[in-house]
């Protein structure tokens, strides 16, 4: 009777349920930053939500019991806070809180939980955001890095004259002085590294310095015994001059002179001191060859000063720590996973994609053996080890992120259902997988997002979506715009294309001074492959991108009238006018052999602005007023003008005050528009849905 009574209501849930829409995003939870208590018991994390009326997103601390079937319980009221990270003895839950001050966000800093009941206390307060914590395994003591100088902690400051102004102009001598998302770069201040100790007295303890310079450190971690503090940094000023790298070093935890622990060929990630304290294992890629795209390795160093690491994953080949992208990662709190010893220091935990797919292997750390540990379609996005349990934050195409108990078998257990109640509400689809064949014979992976009501008999209008980086991939892991696309009546079609990670060196890194080009080729091969299963109306096809994919969208209509409108988003139009404004410089022969007065010819010739007198597909151009990653001025506002010109229909959406990461972390309603805009402009293209917003006010007012 039960298991009856079980079937008939998950018909009646199917028989109500609804296709998702672009404003569900105000009702999606995300689950970020997990963090097992040292017994193993807990898991801390941060839930995140979106705020429709303030059109932000709230954090706030939860836990819930390392166990099946128990219930995650809220111990933080946020509205700003986040990394929750446990003392050595489990009893104090640190984290970090962004109060408000005159109105405004105030930077975060540290707030300590009893873990058995009470209110959070405040542990510091100062000037500037505490940028990361770590608690000593040994003693309560947090260590942690921010911008803060010396005299910004002084009891007393002599206030300014009335009179006495203070400029606000920059003085730049760098290449490199703004980041997308950060803003202008204050050459002033360096993060530097701190201790405080955390005690039952209610005055709040004095923080102190341990390093000072010009240079910033980062990635502060402990030794086992609690005598030292390691961290990353990079002591070359004007560092993009050279190739990536940066050193690991170490500092005793009372203060002294920094001692350099190893340095390489490379790039210093995410690392993790084994138990024994003598060794330190990181995920890096080597800057030799220089390289569009290496693939990221694990490898092992000793803490004795001077020595060389060892790569262990050499001869495996899948992206060590590296993932696949969606847009729904947690817009806040996102922390990325990083290696894990076993207590006996002969195993090393890490997460690898291989196509499309993200998942736990086991690394022999004397023969560097790799061996699976989960397996499965999904992402698995990051873990945590303590106690003897392991937690994991895994997405899959229908589900954006929940936490599950990692087996000794690779069996996963979920933990947490955060989007139970929107998700019962809804009909969400997998979508199919698809290899194509390229013009070289080199396989294509793609994935194929139809309709909820899909009917194979019919014919239906395809939007093939194109991925950014050029090096990263799509993947088994939820992707809001795909389902939204596919609501919307279209097919969707999103493939990795040559340069694409996950799929070996090799195949990311041969479109090294080919890019865009035999990528664009292998987006044609899967979109004709698709169409061969005899479904989609090749009169009714669209095309659409972000950053790397508005690249190959802007070159895509350059190239062939095949589609019936495109929608270029944050793209690139002049490689040139990219070299020059971008936030990032390419001074290394990474994607290209010189600078773009060395070598004008290339920059040419790769540039879709180029090809723009063979543009005649209508074109939206989707645009964040604050990104200095691929600046407007370098892409969308070159094909508006020119499009205008020439008479090809074409609109210009600007987003004010959002960065590169727009679609992925920009403000809630923002998000919601750009889907709607998207949309709009294919079904207008594609369906022959009137949108007046697109054609009022033109000389010649468009016809569809």
């Known amino acids: 009777m039960k298991k009856l009574l079980c079937a008939l209501l998950l018909v009646a849930a199917a028989a109500n349920a609804r296709v998702i829409t672009e404003k569900d995003l105000f009702k999606f939870q995300w689950v970020g930053d997990p963090q097992l208590s040292p017994d193993g018991s807990q898991v801390a994390f941060v839930r995140v939500t979106a705020d429709e009326k303030k059109d932000t997103y709230a954090t706030s601390i939860w836990t819930v019991a390392a166990r099946a079937g128990a219930t995650p319980r809220r111990v933080t009221n946020g509205p700003r806070d986040t990394t929750p990270r446990w003392s050595h003895d489990g009893k104090l839950l640190a984290f970090l809180r962004a109060g408000e001050k005159d109105g405004k966000p105030a930077p975060p800093q540290i707030n300590i939980l009893r873990f058995d009941g009470g209110e959070p206390r405040v542990l510091t307060s100062l000037s500037r955001a505490v940028e990361s914590i770590a608690w000593s395994p040994v003693s309560n003591t947090i260590a942690f890095t921010a911008t803060t100088k010396p005299e910004d902690v002084a009891e007393k400051k002599e206030k300014k004259a009335d009179d006495e102004h203070e400029s606000d102009v920059r003085v730049i001598n760098q290449a490199v002085y703004r980041f997308n998302g950060a803003g202008y770069r204050d050459a002033t201040r360096a993060a530097h590294l701190w201790t405080v100790a955390v005690t039952d007295d209610a005055t709040e303890p004095k923080p102190k ?59 210093f990630g995410a690392y993790a001191v084994s138990p024994d304290g003598k060794w330190v294992a990181f995920g890096g890629s080597l800057s030799h060859p220089i390289q569009s795209h290496t693939e990221n390795d694990l490898f092992v160093v000793s803490t004795t000063p001077g020595s060389q690491p060892r790569n262990l994953t050499t001869a495996f080949n899948g992206e060590i720590l590296g993932g696949v992208g969606g847009d729904q990662a947690p817009p806040r709190a996102n922390r990325g ?47 945590a080890m303590e106690g003897g349990s392991t937690v994991a934050l895994v997405s899959t195409p229908t589900m954006i992120g929940d ?69 990263s991939a799509y ?154 990653r691929t600046p407007p001025m370098a892409g969308g506002e070159m094909m508006f003008r020119a499009l205008k010109y020439r008479h090809v229909p074409t609109v210009m959406v600007r987003f004010p005050d959002e960065s590169h990461e727009l679609s992925r972390s920009g403000k809630p309603w923002h998000r919601a528009e750009r889907l709607q805009h998207i949309v709009g402009w294919f079904d207008m293209w594609l369906l022959g849905i009137s949108k007046p917003e697109y054609s009022r006010g033109l000389r010649s007012e468009v016809a569809k």
């Open 209 to 267: 310095q341990l390093t000072v310079g010009d240079f910033s450190e980062g990635d502060v971690s402990w030794s086992p015994d609690g005598t030292r503090l390691f961290y990353t940094s990079n002591r070359t000023y004007e560092t993009y001059y050279d190739v990536p790298s940066n050193v690991l070093y170490s500092i005793a935890s009372s203060g002294g002179e920094p001692v350099k622990v190893a340095s390489y060929d490379g790039a």
């Open 337 to 383: 996973p990083r290696p894990e010893w076993s207590a006996d220091g002969k195993t090393l935990y890490v997460t690898a994609g291989e196509e499309g797919m993200v998942n736990l292997k086991r690394v022999d750390v004397a023969s560097g053996r790799v061996e699976p540990w989960t397996t499965g379609q999904h992402a698995l996005m990051t873990y």
């Open 403 to 471: 936490l599950f108990l990692v087996g000794a078998d690779g069996a996963l257990s979920r933990l947490t259902n955060v989007n139970e109640k929107l998700w019962s509400e809804l009909t969400l689809t997998e979508p199919d997988v698809m290899w194509t064949t390229s013009f070289d014979g080199k396989k294509v992976q793609s994935w194929i997002q139809k309709p909820p009501d899909f009917d194979p008999s019919k014919k239906y209008p395809m939007i093939i979506n194109i991925h950014g980086g050029p090096h």
């Open 475 to 628: 993947g088994y892991v939820f992707d809001h715009e795909f389902q939204w696309m596919a609501a919307k009546g279209y097919v969707v079609l999103y493939p990795n294309p040559r340069g694409s990670t996950t799929y070996g060196e090799q195949f990311a890194n041969i479109i090294q001074f080919h890019y865009p080009g035999d990528d664009y080729r292998d987006l044609m091969a899967a979109t004709d492959d698709l169409i061969k299963r005899g479904y989609i109306d090749t009169k009714k096809l669209g095309v659409t991108g972000g950053s790397g994919g508005g690249v190959l969208t802007n070159w895509i209509i350059g190239h062939t009238d095949r589609f019936a409108a495109a929608v270029s988003q944050r793209s690139i139009a002049d490689w040139s006018t990219f070299w020059y404004t971008a936030d990032f410089t390419l001074f290394q022969p990474t994607w290209f052999h010189k600078a773009p007065f060395e070598d004008e010819a290339d920059f040419r010739a790769r540039s879709p602005i180029t090809y723009i007198d063979k543009v005649k597909t209508p074109l939206m151009l989707i645009e964040g007023e604050a990104d200095w």
